[in-house]
């Protein structure tokens, strides 16, 4: 008869546990015991139970061969894996067992060697190859696949699941149980090969691997995604690197995916700005995309100069902040409706001030982001997937070719710099005006270079008229674009808006003609080589 029809719920009467993580062993193990189940068990598991005062047969005994070449030869044998993978519904299966000896295992228990934390702790090469677990993938396989008889966890935050289930079944587990444990151990051998693929292409170099594998660890169900019709959930996997999946939040709302999603965007822009050689800085983020960043001599002052960037936008944004919160700058986002605010720490006094926001959701991420680490990138399409390495490129005064008569000041390098880097972190077509390290007007996201130009403009006055100013702001501003102008129209714009200078990576068929209209209007204009694109 097939396996499904096999009779159910199926009793648990001799166990294989053998793992590394012993959270839990001991209470596993006297469960068992506890309704008569054998247990066999292998090395530290065996010892651990032993001393728990709970019975259990090693490995060799019932194998008949002992632990070899340190212990990476101990379960890979017929005598354990004929008694994981035998089908109790076929009587040749059963006759064979039977001529060789072989008892049925009917639960295995197994985790596997901490590939993945000998790998955050910085493991040389060797000894997280001595981390590959061998046996233990082998014996959540065969389990698994034979789940129509045998039962496998490899978690132990699922201990407790199985004890109620054979608490409710007498000593068994029904088909249903097996098969979500079975789902559970092949995510996770999947998972691990992934990791140890993942780590020997980037030990080759090799950011793009030939076969691309990928795996995640649930971390958080979603209430929605972008819109309420849409499913979503936050996995975590990749790099360790430090930010919104790993933050620790100390109050506020759950977080939503335009949350979560936004976060990111504004952390990762605030990371390209190193608190010991930029000093303070705040970005302000709004639909992923900046609408206020600010360097300055305190935090407070950064957040002002980024709020006035665009307060209009601000409101329900995402804050983000490059060293550790005070009390001054929480006093000044207090009064700021927000959704979101991540520093790598808050101040004693900061989190007392923005308690009193109970729905602001508050994250600490504990460090930031190194905004050169080499990273990969990935986006769905039909039937696929597109990857690539993380935007890294950086750059510095020297990296700039200037093409105008007029060479940019020190204090217009300054701005531009700060401004092109900005701009790569604004959805194309961006144009970032920007005066005295903080941007005055940002362009976002259109189809045309020269209205997005037109728009950052538009802002900038529209907020300094808001703030009673007489003139605008883009008077005296430099002007960043994240890619050519490809005609002169763009940088005739950002001209007449009252801009002094322009950095572009240069490149169009017309860069002659751009050039001669920033020559016409006194402008300085540097090529950086580098476009900035971001979809």
Known sequence: MPAESAPDPRPIRRALISVSDKTGLADLGRALAGRGVEILSTGGSARALAEAGIAVREVAAATGFPEILDGRVKTLHPAIHGGILGRRDRPAHLAAMAVHGIAAIDLVVVNLYPFEAARARGAGFEESVEEIDIGGPALLRAAAKNHAFVTVVTDPGDYAALLAEMAVQDGATTAGFRRRMAEAAFARTAAYDAAIAGWLAAERGEALPRRLVLAGVLAQALRYGENPHQRAALYLGGDTRPGVATARQLQGKELSFNNLNDTDAAFEAVAEFDPARDGPAVVIVKHANPCGAALAATLAEAYDRALACDPVSAFGGIIAVNRTLD????????????????????SAEARRVLAARRNLRVLVAGALPDPAAERLQMQSVAGGYLAQTADVARLAASDLKVVTRRAPSAAEVADLLFAFRVAKHVKSNAIVYARGGATVGVGVGQMSRVDS???????????????????????????????????????????????????????????????????????????TGVRHFRH
């Not at 006093?331 to 991540?342: D, P, Q, S």
Request: net charge negative; no cysteine.
């Open 327 to 346: 009390g001054e700058t929480a006093e000044r986002i207090a009064k700021l409706f927000a959704e979101v605010v991540i520093a790598p720490d808050l």
């Open 453 to 527: 130009a037109r728009i950052a403009a538009w802002k900038a006055r529209e907020a300094a008229e808001a703030a009673g100013e007489k003139a605008p702001r883009t008077q005296g501003s430099v002007v960043a674009s994240d890619a050519f102008f490809p005609f002169a129209d763009g940088l005739i714009a950002a001209a007449d808006a009252g801009a002094t200078a322009v950095i572009q990576p240069g490149g169009s068929v017309r860069d002659a003609e751009v050039i001669a209209a920033a020559d016409a209007r006194g402008l300085a204009m540097v090529f």
